[in-house]
């Protein structure tokens, strides 16, 4: 199994711990930050999407040019580019990175974020919309010939691309926890993104996407990836305590107001965060490093499960997800820049000699 880890970038130096409302994009904080993770290590790196932030697809430009190993991530809401329009702008930024691009689709989880962007669509729909656009970037990426499309959510005649991948095709990640999801990041996706769950959850989910893929009738499986934010210090009761620290300014930051960027008010809409919600209500740590007030604290904004503890219980932590099956495994922490270092310094290299051991110690078979 070929394991590989992904970051997210971040435009300029505001952060969780702390959040500066209406930065200007830092080019200089940017640049650094995508050569820290091409130099610690880290093979993929998401560009985020929402309807008040910096493009991601400018943004992924970016990283091509300061970086030379990373693989950038955009995130794609269909409701934003039109799917011929994005096959090309994909296939673009793949050709300047040497084929390096990678495309995230977010169907949309809150109604009042989509409704920003005039999208007025049910849950299901926008599903339904993803498939349709997937398999659009799909043909546009292999077709040399001019082609029609008469879905629900596209329709166009005679769209002829000369603008292709290097390698042929862009990997295409969808994420979620729902039905539409498994069913359509089951039968379409290259990879499927999860949120960190305890390992019982996770691999339950991981279950469900191969349900799907093979529903399908797909010889593969999606790749998994599972995205955690780790607090990480020199030994496990420094991380604790440091854990603490940063639960107590995630609160306060809390109590001055709502977020920058709301959702709708409320309980999440979005089944990722509910479930989140739910297993947090369960208990404070999951398996032995899983730790979850930092949902609460965040009302499951995206990603919010913590690890916690020394580079050791970390990679090990890692190591019991990759074991279940997952073999892209997303870190970001909650001090940006300094967290990154400190993964490709601790962490990532535990996890990365673990796993040559154990492929050292496999037997070689006749």
Same mark, same amino acid.
């Given at each position: 199994?070929?394991?590989?880890?992904?970051?997210?970038?971040?435009?300029?130096?505001?952060?969780?711990?702390?959040?500066?409302?209406?930065?200007?994009?830092?080019?200089?904080?940017?640049?650094?930050?995508?050569?820290?993770?091409?130099?610690?290590?880290?093979?993929?790196?998401?560009?985020?999407?929402?309807?008040?932030?910096?493009?991601?697809?400018?943004?992924?430009?970016?990283?091509?040019?300061?970086?030379?190993?990373?693989?950038?991530?955009?995130?794609?809401?269909?409701?934003?580019?039109?799917?011929?329009?994005?096959?090309?702008?994909?296939?673009?930024?793949?050709?300047?990175?040497?084929?390096?691009?990678?495309?995230?689709?977010?169907?949309?989880?809150?109604?009042?974020?989509?409704?920003?962007?005039?999208?007025?669509?049910?849950?299901?729909?926008?599903?339904?919309?993803?498939?349709?656009?997937?398999?659009?970037?799909?043909?546009?990426?292999?077709?040399?010939?001019?082609?029609?499309?008469?879905?629900?959510?596209?329709?166009?005649?005679?769209?002829?691309?000369?603008?292709?991948?290097?390698?042929?095709?862009? #990997?295409?990640?969808?994420?979620? $926890?729902?039905? @539409?999801?498994?069913?359509? =990041?089951?039968? &379409?996706?290259? %990879?499927? !993104?999860?949120?960190?769950?305890?390992?019982?959850?996770?691999?339950?989910?991981?279950?469900?996407?191969?349900?799907?893929?093979?529903?399908?009738?797909?010889?593969?499986?999606?790749?998994?990836?599972?995205?955690?934010?780790?607090?990480?210090?020199?030994?496990?009761?420094?991380?604790?305590?440091?854990?603490?620290?940063?639960?107590?300014?995630?609160?306060?930051?809390?109590?001055?107001?709502?977020?920058?960027?709301?959702?709708?008010?409320?309980?999440?809409?979005?089944?990722?965060?509910?479930?989140?919600?739910?297993?947090?209500?369960?208990?404070?740590?999951?398996?032995?490093?899983?730790?979850?007030?930092?949902?609460?604290?965040?009302?499951?904004?995206?990603?919010?499960?913590?690890?916690?503890?020394? #580079?050791?219980?970390?990679?090990? $932590?890692?190591? @019991?997800?990759?074991?279940? =099956?997952?073999? &892209?495994?997303? %870190?970001? !922490?909650?001090?940006?820049?300094?967290?990154?270092?400190?993964?490709?310094?601790?962490?990532?290299?535990?996890?990365?000699?673990?796993?040559?051991?154990?492929?050292?110690?496999?037997?070689?078979?006749?």
């Amino acid at each position: 199994m070929t394991v590989e880890f992904i970051s997210a970038s971040y435009a300029n130096s505001s952060s969780d711990l702390d959040p500066r409302p209406g930065a200007p994009l830092d080019p200089i904080y940017f640049a650094r930050y995508a050569r820290t993770l091409d130099e610690a290590g880290f093979n993929y790196t998401l560009l985020p999407y929402h309807s008040s932030s910096f493009d991601p697809f400018v943004l992924g430009a970016t990283v091509i040019a300061h970086t030379r190993h990373v693989r950038p991530i955009i995130a794609l809401r269909p409701n934003t580019v039109y799917p011929t329009v994005a096959a090309r702008a994909l296939a673009t930024l793949d050709q300047l990175s040497g084929g390096r691009v990678v495309v995230h689709f977010i169907a949309g989880g809150d109604a009042v974020e989509q409704a920003r962007e005039g999208d007025f669509l049910t849950k299901e729909q926008r599903y339904e919309r993803t498939e349709e656009y997937i398999r659009i970037l799909r043909r546009a990426w292999q077709s040399s010939t001019p082609f029609d499309f008469d879905g629900k959510y596209y329709q166009f005649k005679g769209f002829s691309n000369a603008v292709l991948p290097v390698n042929g095709t862009i #990997p295409v990640s969808v994420g979620g $926890s729902s039905d @539409d999801a498994y069913r359509v =990041g089951g039968s &379409l996706a290259d %990879i499927f !993104g999860l949120w960190g769950e305890p390992l019982k959850e996770t691999r339950e989910q991981i279950d469900r996407i191969h349900d799907e893929a093979a529903k399908a009738g797909r010889k593969d499986r999606p790749r998994i990836w599972v995205t955690f934010r780790p607090i990480v210090a020199e030994t496990d009761e420094l991380a604790w305590a440091k854990a603490h620290r940063v639960l107590e300014t995630l609160k306060a930051n809390a109590a001055k107001g709502p977020p920058t960027r709301p959702l709708s008010n409320g309980p999440p809409q979005n089944v990722g965060s509910q479930r989140l919600l739910q297993i947090a209500a369960r208990g404070e740590v999951h398996d032995h490093a899983l730790w979850y007030p930092t949902v609460t604290a965040t009302n499951a904004r995206g990603a919010s499960t913590a690890l916690v503890g020394s #580079p050791q219980t970390i990679a090990d $932590s890692i190591l @019991d997800y990759i074991d279940l =099956g997952a073999d &892209l495994i997303s %870190i970001r !922490g909650y001090d940006n820049l300094n967290d990154a270092i400190d993964y490709g310094r601790y962490v990532l290299p535990l996890v990365r000699a673990e796993l040559e051991r154990r492929t050292v110690q496999e037997p070689v078979h006749a």
